[in-house]
């Protein structure tokens, strides 16, 4: 199972942003251009509705063998099986989610300073988002870290940790540069006018970036 923080893209979806297309069509493309690491967030759906997409997307994850994080909904996530879920820090506690889910669900965690990563470290999460990272329209924060605030924060975290907000292609070899190793993506991918070429494309660069912070 590739994991938040481990597994270089990560893909999350919004309600509506999909250029005219459903969700499902969307993660289906994702899933076909490479991506194997989908969080399905959709915050106007009713619960009916999102678990029933949710039920649908998590059947083609699996059979990509992609993983898939269910965004807040801790008892939907709970009954469908899903790979584990996504937390705000207005969401349900960790702990609640862990006595939920279990000993082996994905818990991640949103966090946007110091504090919040700090008191994460107490918390039973499996990894944590550090972010927004840049300005974004699909999340409503007064304020975005910027890359060196970023790599700060995750210095001091015990955990895996990925970053989201406002990232686009053009940003990718200064985070990879940089020290990031998960970068969550939005827009990028989902109102792109081929999904699976520009996943594809997205994956290749990023290898080629690592290829050569490697050599």
Known sequence: M?????????????????NGRSKIDVIAAA???????????????SDATFEAEAREALA????????????????????????????????MSPVEARRIL????????????EAEV?????LPVSNINIGPMFATNTKEHLHHLGLDEVLRLSRIT??????????????????FRGGVR????????SLAEDVEARTRELLADISDYQQKLES
């Open 158 to 175: 015990r955990y895996a940790w990925t970053t989201m907000g406002g990232i686009k292609r053009d940003h990718l070899p200064d985070l």
């Open 118 to 122: 700090l008191a994460a470290q107490d």
């Open 60 to 91: 083609l994850c699996h059979g990509y063998k992609a993983t898939l994080i269910i965004n807040d909904h801790v008892e939907i996530a709970a009954r469908i099986g899903a790979d584990g879920v996504h937390l705000g820090q207005e969401d």
């Open 102 to 113: 279990g000993p082996d669900a994905i818990i991640g965690l949103s966090t946007h300073n």
């Open 2 to 18: 590739d994991l938040p923080g481990t597994f270089p893209l990560y893909f999350v979806t919004d309600g509506n942003l999909n």
């Open 182 to 189: 998960t970068v969550s993506m939005v827009t990028e991918i």
């Open 31 to 45: 899933l076909r251009g490479g991506a194997r690491l989908i969080q399905f967030r959709d915050k106007q759906l």
